[in-house]
């Protein structure tokens, strides 16, 4: 699809977009643009401006310059049809209601929200409808804030930490929703601090440091604009100095004996390695993985910025 096709008929669209808390750029110029149907995940250390970006696709907060759309449409209008549902962080549950009387208390704001049974149903928490919120674990008040987004039946899902709190078995499970949710042809775009989740779910990842985009495109992307390769091996416990002395070598992580090594030049890394540590045994060259690429592009930031 050519580029002015999926501007014109964007999910979102950022053109230009600053927020400045006094000398402290939250968010520095960001250009974005989501096509209908994907699934785009947000990364980036805290203070990166991630949190800011998507308060202002919301409505929350107003850019100090540039522009949102959300379908071509402001972003309050947006919201205000139902055609985005959020699911942030900390969002508050009424105490006194049952979980099925949160979520439709939401749906009666919304002039075309789907069932509440429905709403429940997607979030697998048809058994929780009548359990009062302060009865539920975390991992299951996340499921409910899920729902409480679903209701309305929106075109667009924004996600802040959607599987805080949330066990192995049970963000399998939200991630399983998930899809079955964008298999209707919607669009999601969240943010997460699980890198494996963006490395498996996400058709898309837009890394964000210091209130700019550093890279945007598929997994396999913005691996390779980190560069370089990780060599695993086991070595002796107390190589770290040698290896940290090698040629190439642009991080390490040593556990158990055994040896996470990221380079940018793998053959030279091996090389010095070998002639260093010639007991190091049960070696592995790999493409470096989404979290040394987070790694790599992430760490340069010297301005100050806020989440």
């Known amino acids: 699809m050519r580029e002015q096709d999926i501007t ?24 974005l643009t989501i096509a209908p149907g994907e699934v785009v995940a947000l990364l980036g250390p805290n203070g990166a401006g991630k949190s800011t970006t998507v308060d202002m696709i919301l409505g929350l907060s107003v850019p100090d310059s540039g522009t949102v759309t959300v379908f071509g449409r402001e972003p309050g209008d947006a ?25 439709g208390m939401v749906a009666a704001l919304h002039r075309k929200p789907m069932p509440v049974r429905d709403a429940l149903r997607r979030a697998g928490i048809e058994d929780l409808a009548n359990r009062r919120s302060t009865r539920l674990s975390g991992g299951q008040k996340q499921r409910v804030r899920f729902a409480v987004a679903l209701v309305s039946d929106p075109d667009l899902l ?26 209707t042809g919607r669009t999601v775009l969240f943010a997460t601090h699980y890198l494996e989740e963006a490395e498996e779910f996400a058709d898309r990842v837009v890394l964000m440091r210091s209130g700019r985009i550093v890279a945007d495109g598929s997994v396999a992307q913005v691996r390779a604009l980190a560069g370089g390769r990780t060599i695993r091996a086991v070595v002796p416990a107390a190589a770290e100095p040698v290896i940290a002395g090698l040629p190439a070598v642009t991080g390490l992580e040593l556990r158990g004996g055994r040896a996470a090594i990221s380079s ?40 100050e910025t806020v989440r």
């Open 8 to 31: 014109a008929g964007a999910a979102v669209r950022l053109s230009g977009l600053r927020k400045h808390y006094g000398d402290v750029h939250a968010v520095d110029g960001v250009d």
């Open 79 to 103: 919201v205000g049809d139902g055609m985005i549902g959020a699911m942030l962080q900390g969002g508050a549950l009424v105490e006194d209601l049952t979980v099925a009387e949160t979520v």
């Open 158 to 183: 924004i996600l802040d930490e959607p599987t805080a709190a949330m066990d192995v078995g049970t963000r399998r499970e939200f991630w399983k929703s998930m899809y079955e949710y964008t298999n």
């Open 264 to 303: 940018s030049d793998s053959d030279a890394t091996l090389r010095a390695l070998l002639a260093e540590i010639p007991e190091a045994h049960d070696i592995e060259i790999g493409a470096v993985g989404l979290e040394g690429a987070f790694l790599s592009l992430t760490t340069e930031a010297t301005e």
